[in-house]
């Protein structure tokens, strides 16, 4: 199943407001930086997984990044995730990636680098399909797109995918903080919004980063994402320890050397 980080941070909390009265809890960095022509560089957008939030050791180091190097960040939770409104049981895929889209949208200017973590994958490619001109380049952690359809249904037993269709969900004991919460609403919304079936109509760059010990999502998928996209320069890396967590320290300093290089191509 996909993890969760949890890892505090000190900063303040802002909030967007969506439809409904719902809200989606941010922190933002203003960009400091700009190019010998006066523009801002591209700022960077990190979207988290399933379950997990803005707070996470990935998405705080993507922050750091970002400032060191003077460029806008901003890190958001999804609703029913983190610190934003709604329940969990009430999201899927439609709701998660419309959040990421009112995020680049209201709250970035210019082209943007976007980062999605495992869940956070899938989402950062329906964002990117959704306005392709908005963006300057992706990078994947252990992504995970379409895995309603190609792995949860492989991860549950018949009696657990027989409960969803009867009783509408399924609570699934955790690892992490709190157990997994699998909707029909979830699978039925998956549906809607699978990428991996045909070509992926992108043309910016892409960095894929995934382990080969990742229990929970396999690293062949990296390699199937690449396949999927149009863009030419796609780069997988496979790391020989790496979980699907990649939070530890060497995972970091890849995460930032890969977003390094990739504004520095840019």
Known sequence: MMSMDTTASSQSTQSLTRPAGASIAYHALAATKSNSSGENLPGIIFMPGFMSDMSGDKALAVEEFAGERGLACVRFDYQGHGQS????????????????????????????????????????????????????????????????????????????????????????????????????????????????????PLDCPVRLLHGLKDASVPWQTALNIQEKLRSTDVEVTLVKNGDHRLSETPDLERLTRVLSALVDGL
């Open 85 to 200: 409104s709604g329940k969990f049981a009430n999201g899927h895929i439609g709701t998660w990636s419309a959040d990421a889209l009112a995020v680049l949208d209201e709250l970035t200017e210019g082209p943007q680098i976007l980062v999605g973590s495992s869940m956070g994958g899938w989402v950062m490619l329906l964002t990117a399909l959704a306005r392709p001109d908005r963006i300057a380049g992706l990078v994947g952690i252990a992504a995970a797109p379409d895995f309603t359809e190609d792995l949860f249904p492989n991860e549950l037993s018949a009696e657990q995918m027989a409960e969803i269709e009867d009783k509408g969900f399924v609570v699934i004991p955790s690892d992490y903080e709190d157990d997994y919460i699998f909707t029909k609403a979830l699978f039925d919304n998956g549906r809607k919004n699978l990428v991996m079936r045909s070509e992926i």
